[in-house]
């Protein structure tokens, strides 16, 4: 026998809740409703619900009623999903909406659960007065999901969240503000679950999101999404993900919802990021991590932004080289090899004017110099040492014979850069450095650089 506490449907209490139901079904039923009778409608319809939930969740009932009570559940939530299809406008029904899908998780009803979230697209798709407290709610719902273990609901949330974003204009910023943040929100809670797939699917709805409409109005937003979700791939070694974010950062591209120090910002904390990565020694998400700066900043084409990126990785790339040596920092920062390459070809063979030209050519061999004359100050060693070293790894790394000759060609331009910018410390070091020249290949326009550059 229950105790006297216990809390059990009798009868009379559970058919007042079938007629109220089927009354509700048939008024629907009618034509010609005005829309503040569909909301109505719908309030009563969740009232019902939750009303039904009340007695599921603390009453003592047999197993007929409690299969009763699952279909009237069922057809509740049925008749409320086409009132929502029909336009209704409702504050109060998101929140009993959301009361009654946490209900349904923490019961581990999944299958309700995920038939609640479902009726958050027509809500929201219909009213779009309604979306950023709705956008909100799933993201909730969606943290809570996963930490639920019901990662298809999350997904399900981040889905609604993206399709509801989609016809966003340049006056949504504050709604792209809420869909990042909900979306990161749930991605950050399924890498802390530790469930890679969910976080990499989160992220390429993101994606998908972004490739059908490239425009981003909250910048700063962006920002802060990529920075949060690079360090959580990063950090997690999701390396697939990566690639992911590294296109989405090229959103950031010449965008004018972000200003000059929020680019910095950005790309100032990049940085860092890969300096802490580097520094565990991960190969794969440096690379990964330092190949998207590198190609963020070719898109960006910011002169003063890409100077003082680089003067910040060779500080790093110097810290690397006087902790493990000048090999491993070389090979842990191979993409740095890369890049200084195509700024080189940049300053010969572009179409960029002459003074832009001038300007990243010096660039490259200024900071190249200041990079070797550096690590070798750090390890006590030579110049000419560090150079020898440079060519070794870099011909040893090329993979075909013109990238070989590209290589050769850049230490040549570094060293007589350095002998022309440091003629006393160089003076005794060159003539141990005559095989970098064999064969010579500062010719023709590489010559020219060299001569207006030193």
């Known amino acids: 026998m229950a105790e006297e506490s216990t809390r059990i449907v009798h009868g009379p209490t559970f058919k007042t809740l079938l007629d109220n139901v089927t009354k509700l079904e048939k008024q629907t039923q009618k034509k010609d409703l005005t829309a503040d009778e569909k909301s109505n409608l719908a309030q009563l319809l969740l009232n019902c619900l939750l009303e039904a939930l009340d007695m599921q969740a603390e009453a003592v009932m047999s197993q007929s009623v409690k299969e009763q009570m699952a279909v009237t559940i069922e057809r509740i939530v049925r008749r409320f999903k086409l009132l929502a299809e ?25 299958i309700l659960a995920k038939e609640i979230i479902a009726v958050f697209q027509p809500v929201l798709v219909t009213n779009p007065q309604l979306r950023s407290d709705g956008i909100r709610k799933l993201g909730m719902l969606g943290c809570l999901a996963m930490k639920d273990g019901m990662p298809e609901v999350t997904a399900q949330c981040a889905n609604i969240v993206v399709v509801v974003s989609n016809e966003l ?34 992220v390429s709805k993101a994606v998908v999101r972004y490739s059908a409409e490239s425009t981003v109005y909250a910048g700063s937003k ?13 950090d ?3 390396v697939n993900v990566l690639p992911m974010l590294r296109w989405m950062s090229l959103l950031l591209t010449n965008n004018d919802s972000l200003t000059d120090k929020e680019l910095q910002h950005f790309v100032r904390e990049w940085t860092q990021l890969i300096a802490q990565i580097a520094r565990r020694k991960w190969e794969d998400e440096t690379k990964q991590l330092l190949d998207g700066l590198f190609v963020f900043l070719v898109r960006e084409k910011d002169f003063v932004l890409t100077r003082s990126t680089l003067m910040n990785i060779a500080l790093h790339f110097q810290m690397y080289a006087a ?49 070797i004359t550096a690590v070798a100050r750090q390890t006590m060693q030579e110049e000419m040492t560090v150079y020898g070293e440079w060519l070794k790894l870099g011909l040893e790394a090329a993979k075909s014979a013109k990238n070989k000759e590209r290589i050769r060609r850049m230490v040549q331009l570094t060293v007589g850069y350095w002998a022309v910018q440091q003629p006393r410390t160089s003076r005794e070091q060159l003539k141990h450095l005559l095989y970098v020249f064999e064969p010579d290949l500062v010719k023709g326009k590489y010559l020219e650089l060299l001569e207006k550059v030193r």
């Open 86 to 110: 029909q336009g209704i406008a409702c504050e109060a029904c998101l929140e009993k909406l959301k009361n009654a899908c946490i209900y349904f998780m923490r019961a581990k009803h999944e």
């Open 169 to 202: 204009t340049a006056a949504d910023a504050d709604m792209e503000r809420e869909m990042l943040q909900m979306l990161q929100d749930m991605a950050v809670m399924a890498a802390r679950m530790r469930d890679e797939v969910r976080f990499a699917a989160i």
């Open 323 to 371: 902790w493990d040596g000048f090999a491993s920092a070389f090979k842990i920062y191979a993409p740095w090899q890369n890049f200084m390459l195509v700024l080189l070809d940049q300053a010969v063979l572009s179409r960029r004017t002459s003074e832009q030209r001038e300007q990243i050519g010096s660039l490259v061999l200024r900071t190249q110099r200041d990079l």
């Open 236 to 238: 997690r070694r999701y």
């Open 222 to 234: 962006m920002v802060e999404f990529l920075l949060t979700l690079f360090f959580t791939a990063a």
